[in-house]
């Protein structure tokens, strides 16, 4: 809950989102961010703390500049997503599993593709929420998908589910932007 606080009073400064939105496009140094904010180098340190503590943006020291940047995603987070969605995908293959990863268009697209039965769109929906299953293997307990739901969701990302044109399976596509 304080982290979500942290986070909520990080967003609820207009001159806090507007450095956010300025580091969407590059790395920038206080100074810089000062010009760009019309703001004194005191309050720009200031908001850069804030957004620093609550885990949006990431600082290095240059020499005698400090040069802020988005926070990168945790580590964690997305061996789990893969995690998952690799472990799901390797039950339901009869021999293959395929990973394509790309950045396009400012987007990270991640698809993983098995040649297994598929998934019908009637059950997408069910095995993304907790405890669902479309599948009848012995091991798991119908979370894991929520959890990478959750996860991609957390990230502002989006999960596709289809099937896959070259493996005949499913396809389960990951954006994040």
């Known amino acids: 809950m304080k982290k979500l606080l942290r986070v ?3 967003l609820s ?13 590059r790395k920038l ?3 810089e961010l000062q010009v760009l904010l019309g703001l004194a180098q005191s309050t ?5 703390k804030t957004l620093e503590d609550a ?12 040069i802020y940047r988005l926070a990168k995603g945790d580590e964690s987070d997305l061996m789990e997503i893969l995690g998952n969605v690799l472990d799901n995908a390797c039950k339901a293959a009869k021999y293959n599993v395929s990973i394509r990863v790309v950045s396009e ?3 990270l697209v991640i698809e ?9 769109e009637s059950q997408q929906a069910i095995i993304l929420s907790r405890g669902g299953r479309a599948d009848t293997y012995q091991a798991g307990h119908g979370i894991g998908l929520a959890i990478v739901n ?17 493996l005949s399976g499913a396809v389960f596509t990951l954006i994040f932007e």
């Open 112 to 120: 993983i593709a098995d040649d297994g039965e598929g998934i019908d």
């Open 105 to 107: 268009h400012k987007k």
């Open 13 to 25: 400064d207009p001159s806090r989102v507007r450095a956010l939105k300025l580091l969407e496009e």
């Open 55 to 66: 885990g949006l943006v990431e600082s290095e020291r240059q020499g005698t500049w400090i």
């Open 44 to 48: 720009v340190s200031k908001h850069m």
């Open 150 to 166: 959750d996860l991609v969701s957390s990230y502002q990302g989006k999960l596709f589910i289809s099937k896959s044109a070259t």
């Open 29 to 31: 140094c206080v100074c």
């Open 8 to 10: 909520m009073k990080a």
